[in-house]
């Protein structure tokens, strides 16, 4: 009879592989796509049962689509562009990605086709948001797994057929293009992504941050003109026309939202939310945290604000080399300022933000279980439908706690070593 194995040669139980196996799909990005794959199949699949088996909710479609019949019909002056919710408001670029949307859904009546299209635009959504977060290599893996759980997102994109997710993916693209180096290309991203929706902005004291570190002040000053001539080139069949309607109309800074649609202010009275001197004071706490977050978070790893203003003002062709983690950081840090302190967020704004949730809970520095909780309220709140001060009470001390937790944290803190980048543009 043959002697029996040592113990210590016994076969590892199948339970324990399993074990090792899924702790290292969690936390190791080189399991990126054992882990993306099945997620993007899940996405798919719940996607196409919400087309099926949940109704359509027209809210904004048919006013795009009459905005851009307009358009389609020869009218190029924006006073005269209008829809059954009121006049055009979005950029040139919104008008051409929505005629498009026009031909391809026989004038707007194909809603089914309409909501297919939103389900790709969500997918790839999901798609590049899941190369960002992979960038990051500071949070865990499974953190991505929150990203396909939103009930509210899923009806944003293919429940409402909002404009909000498409200027989006331009500005996801422009994320991946500063990882990569791409100035140039990240700059263009983000003009496209401007000329959809205005919402995009948010983003930009980090992007002009990042853009200024990578290149120095005459690049940037040479990219942000580029980045102008690109709103100028696209709006120019508007601006031949009647210049000054374009451009009160596509770029309204003052326009005062609705009290009844908002999801973050109900805590204050109707009176109170129009009043300037409110928003005054949303602008005015918005600024003093971008500089708070300007002189601590965002440049304390890169030798504190004057050292990065000074090396950029001398800068030359030497490489400047900033982390990804860094890059994903002040993007998405710049963009929640903005939201913390919008003057109103209306349901179909969830997007704007929902999918770096994950990411900026995760670089916060509070345990896990609140993490869970604290975006498990959030999208609670983003679900109460009419808003209610209990629901904005509570978003607003979500959102306070997470920013609270990210002015702990600077763009080096992490467990892994982010990748750096040189500059290619």
Same mark, same amino acid.
């Given at each position: ?43 798919? =699949? ?12 027209? *809210? ?25 919710? /009121? ?10 990605? +929505?005629? =498009? @949307?026009?031909?391809?859904?026989? #004038? ?41 759980? %939103? ?19 331009? =500005? ?5 293009? =500063? ?6 290309? #990240? ?51 508007? @601006? ?5 309607? +374009? ?12 009290? !009844? ?5 109900? *805590? ?7 009043? !300037? ?5 949303? @602008? ?9 977050? /300007? ?27 900033? $982390? ?8 998405? $840090? #710049? ?10 967020? &209306? ?20 345990? $896990? ?19 209610? !001060?209990? %629901? ?12 609270? #937790?990210?002015?702990?944290?600077? %763009? ?8 750096? &980048?040189? !500059?290619?543009?």
């Amino acid at each position: 009879m043959p002697p029996s194995k040592p113990a210590s040669q016994a076969p590892v139980p199948v339970l324990r592989q399993a074990a090792e196996l899924a702790k290292r799909i969690a936390l190791d990005w080189s399991y990126f796509y054992v882990l993306a794959i099945p997620l993007l199949l899940f996405e798919a =699949l719940l996607t196409a049962a919400i087309i099926l088996k949940i109704p359509y909710t027209e *809210i904004d479609w048919i006013a795009y689509i009459q905005e851009v019949g307009g358009f389609l019909g020869g009218e190029y002056d924006y006073y005269k562009l209008a829809g059954d919710t /009121g006049p055009l408001v979005y950029p040139a670029g919104f008008v051409y990605v +929505y005629s =498009l @949307l026009f031909k391809a859904t026989s #004038s707007g009546e194909d809603i089914q086709t309409a909501q297919h299209i939103f389900a790709i635009l969500y997918l790839v959504s999901v798609i590049l948001v899941l190369m960002i977060y992979r960038e990051s290599r500071v949070v865990p893996p499974f953190a991505a797994v929150f990203l396909v759980l %939103s009930r509210r997102l899923h009806s944003i994109y293919v429940l409402r057929l909002f404009n909000d997710p498409v200027a989006m993916i331009p =500005l996801y693209l422009c994320v991946l293009a =500063l990882l990569r180096g791409r100035w140039m290309l #990240s700059a263009v991203l983000f003009s496209l992504g401007v000329s959809v929706k205005m919402n995009v902005l948010l983003f930009a004291p980090g992007f002009a941050l990042i853009i200024y570190q990578a290149v120095g002040l005459a690049n940037s000053v040479l990219l942000a003109t580029m980045a102008i001539a690109i709103q100028a080139a696209l709006a120019i069949p508007f @601006l031949l026309h009647e210049p000054q309607h +374009y451009l009160a109309r596509a770029f309204e800074f003052s326009r005062v939202f609705m009290y !009844k649609w908002t999801v973050n202010w109900k *805590i204050v009275d109707e009176d109170t939310f129009l009043r !300037k001197d409110w928003a005054a004071l949303l @602008l005015g706490l918005h600024l003093v945290l971008l500089v708070l977050f /300007g002189i601590t978070n965002w440049t304390r790893s890169y030798g504190g604000i004057f050292n990065v203003i000074a090396k950029g003002l001398r800068h030359t062709d030497a490489k400047a080399v900033l $982390t990804s983690d860094h890059i994903i950081f002040v993007m998405f $840090t #710049s963009n929640f300022i903005g939201i913390v302190f919008a003057r109103s967020l &209306h349901y179909q704004f969830y997007s704007w933000y929902y999918f770096t949730l994950p990411y900026l809970l995760w670089r916060g520095r509070i345990p $896990t279980v609140v993490r869970i909780v604290t975006l498990g309220a959030i999208e609670y709140c983003w679900n109460v439908y009419p808003a209610t !001060k209990l %629901s904005s009470s509570i978003l607003l001390a979500a959102h306070a706690l997470l920013l609270a #937790s990210l002015l702990a944290v600077r %763009s080096s803190d992490g467990e892994f070593a982010p990748a750096t &980048h040189s !500059k290619r543009d």
